[in-house]
């Protein structure tokens, strides 16, 4: 299995930083890299799809990079609705894995 | 927009087999791959598997050995049986559609809104 780590696992934050969150893959997965926001008692929402890819009516403060086994989801000015928990995941190969979470708070 | 509904019990004793059932509106279930994925309280996403609208499947092999996926394409539904649960199965269990048809890997952009199945005596 690919194993995703997250990191950080949390982090604080104030309206208008940037922020930056890594994801390493146990392994090479090329760009097969997705990132997804979830809110509390919601699913979680596609954000990037392929590494650096945004999803039709995110907002372009959202951007993605990297390839091979680093990546890195960039908030570029965070906003009231940021605040939630990101996640990674590979869909190089299955078992498809997540990371383990990053929670966004204030 | 397609949209996905999961149904079944909130309450499955220890034991017994977990049943949930995904009920697409929107669109066709043909020619996409359809994923459950579940989240136990307060942790992390965990892939459960996928079936492909024409049957073929793929499981976690973390799960393999109790979980069963079928497909009921006149009636736009899919459906998952995990058998033997334990407290362990305690989740939110969601079904996922990606964004492009025939892809396998995820990406998933469409997801039902969930649905809290406790294995509880």
């Known amino acids: 299995d690919i194993q995703m780590t997250q990191s950080p696992s949390s982090l604080s934050a104030s309206v208008g930083d940037r922020v930056s969150i890594t994801c390493r893959a146990s392994?090479?997965?090329?760009?097969?890299l997705n990132w997804y926001q979830q809110k509390p008692g919601k699913a979680p929402k596609l954000l990037i799809d392929a590494a650096s890819s945004l999803q039709s009516g995110v907002p372009s403060r959202f951007s993605g990079s990297g390839s091979g086994t680093d990546f890195t989801l960039t908030i570029s000015s965070l906003q009231p609705e940021d605040f939630a928990t990101y996640y990674c995941?590979?869909?190089?190969?299955?078992?498809?894995?997540f990371g383990g979470g990053t929670k966004v708070e204030i | 927009q397609v949209q996905l509904q999961e149904s079944g019990p909130g309450l499955v004793k220890p034991s017994e087999t977990l049943s949930l059932t995904c009920t697409v509106s929107g669109g066709s279930i043909n020619n996409y791959y359809w994923s459950w994925i579940r989240q136990p309280p307060g942790k992390g996403l965990e892939w459960i598997g996928y079936?492909?609208?024409?049957?073929?499947?793929n499981y976690n092999p973390s799960l393999k050995s109790r979980v069963t996926m079928s497909v009921d394409t006149p009636k736009n539904q899919f459906s998952l049986k995990l058998r033997s649960v334990t407290a362990a199965d305690t989740a939110v269990y969601y079904c996922a559609r990606p964004i492009a048809d025939y892809s396998s890997g995820g990406a998933w952009g469409s997801w039902g809104q969930g649905t809290l199945v406790t294995v509880s005596s």
């Open positions: 392994q090479s997965i090329s760009s097969f």
């Open positions: 079936i492909f609208s024409r049957g073929s499947i």
């Open positions: 995941q590979q869909s190089y190969s299955t078992p498809l894995t």
